[in-house]
């Protein structure tokens, strides 16, 4: 059965969170906001925090750096799933990916599912692992953000989490490396 097993301790992870956007700045970044306040009421720890724009290179550049430091675990990206011209996140991020995490976005739209119905499909929600590194990337919407951590990443996230969780497995995902190499 999921759920927490109390006899384990609480390990935080350090998350970046990154808004994608045109138009928005941190003084109106509601989505940003979200993440960074469920982030913090979990007892994780953000380290870093940054907008950029609708771009290809501008979010693969600032991605890449954060999966290059050793206090970041986890990318979260918020904004860019659509379908608009604009809209490039997955584009940016998923050739980064050595290995994409599928089931992210059935579960996603499940619960997404359940609060917007057909309109999930508007969305191209997307995760995966690059360079020992969780990227998730969510919605522009807060409510997106909402559904995302509070349906998925809160848990996954927890090293208490059981049967499984994110937190167990992040020192092996880079097995595939020669040990004690440092990221690229």
């Known amino acids: ?34 993440l960074v306040a469920r ?25 890449t750096a954060w999966t290059n430091r050793d206090d970041i675990d986890v990318v979260i990206t918020t ?42 499909i508007q969305s191209r929600a997307t995760a995966g692992v690059a360079n020992a590194t969780f990227i998730f990337a969510l919605p522009g919407s807060p409510g997106a953000c909402k559904d995302a951590w509070d349906g998925i990443l809160k848990s996954q996230l927890d090293y208490r989490h059981m049967p499984c969780n994110f937190v167990e497995i992040m020192p092996r995902l880079d097995e595939h490396l020669k040990r004690g190499a440092p990221k690229k």
């Not at 759920?3 to 935080?12: A, V």
């Not at 928005?24 to 979200?34: I, P, Q, Y």
């Not at 998923?94 to 059935?106: A, V």
């Open 1 to 34: 059965m999921a759920g927490l097993d109390e006899t384990r301790p609480f390990l935080p992870v350090g998350i970046a969170v990154l808004t994608v956007s045109d138009t928005r700045t941190l003084a109106d970044d509601r989505s940003g906001d979200t």
């Open 39 to 63: 982030i913090a009421d979990a007892g994780h720890t953000l380290i870093d925090r940054a907008i950029v724009p609708d771009d290809v290179a501008a979010i693969a550049a600032q991605v």
């Open 79 to 120: 904004g860019g799933t659509g379908f608009t011209g604009r809209d490039v996140t997955p584009e940016a991020l998923e050739p980064l990916f050595e290995k994409k995490m599928d089931g992210f976005s059935q579960v996603f739209h499940r619960i997404s599912y359940e609060k917007i119905g057909t309109s999930t």
